[in-house]
């Protein structure tokens, strides 16, 4: 009798993990930065702030919401701590770096997407990353299947403009594409004429799959605009 009781809790134990296997959640990650935790209508901003947020008030309505991360005063270590789920500064990127030095993630820190892809997701990223732009340290040699966008920040865009920058010494700033396995290749200069569209391009240019060993997926999209607000959009049919 102890056997067959065995016996069935097994079963019903592979059937459950069967079950939660089957049952895994594509996982959507936006990651804006300059949003204020007020902005959106789902937490009391929306059309009283000047524009209504439907999809995202219907997103937070119908999921679950998590209200205690606590971002730092910086984009980089805010994105550092939420790719690691560790403080900024264990990882050397408590602040946003200056100049064409070497920063970023290096590879023993294990991120959400390693995670994510060693549980059998499909993993992409589109748009920003800031958090390392030398080989070793771009999104897909941190986990990441797929990547479309900029390594650094938005601001960047406006550098070739600037008067004195030919002979600054500083690397004019590219879109980046690449895959897993790979050094990412560069498109084309990040500059003012393709920075109000690379937001809805990134959105094009996605080409992440299931596969049949991989049905789930991990997509983060960072999108770059609200960086950047004095940038004036004209939207024509």
């Not at 701590?81 to 990882?91: D, H, I, N, P, V």
Request: charged residues 20%; glycine residues 10%.
């Amino acid at each position: 009798m102890r056997l067959f009781k065995l016996i069935l809790v097994l079963m019903l134990s592979l059937t459950s993990i069967k079950a939660m296997s089957q049952n895994k959640p594509n996982i959507v990650l936006v990651f804006l930065d300059n949003f204020g935790w007020g902005e959106p209508g789902f937490n009391g901003g929306g059309i009283v702030r000047g524009a209504a947020t439907p999809n995202l008030d219907t997103i937070a309505n119908e999921g679950l919401r998590l209200t205690n991360f606590n971002v730092e005063v910086q984009c980089t270590p805010s994105r550092s701590a939420l790719m690691t789920g560790r403080y900024a500064f264990r990882s050397g990127n408590s602040k946003v770096p200056i100049g064409n030095n070497i920063y970023g993630l290096v590879n023993w820190e294990v991120t959400l997407a390693e995670t994510l892809s060693n549980a059998g997701y499909t993993t992409g990223i589109f748009g920003k990353w800031h958090l390392g732009r030398t080989p070793g340290r771009f999104p897909t040699d941190q986990g990441f299947d797929e990547w479309f966008g900029i390594p650094n920040s938005s601001d960047e865009s406006v550098y070739f403009t600037q008067q004195g920058f030919a002979d600054s010494g500083v690397s004019e700033t590219y879109v980046m594409s690449g895959l897993k396995g790979q050094i990412p290749k560069k498109v084309r200069p990040y500059r003012l004429d393709y920075r109000p569209i690379i937001d809805l391009l990134s959105t094009k240019t996605q080409k992440i799959k299931p596969s049949n060993s991989s049905p789930e997926k991990l997509k983060s999209s960072n999108h770059s605009l609200l960086l950047f607000p004095i940038l004036r959009l004209t939207f024509r049919p």
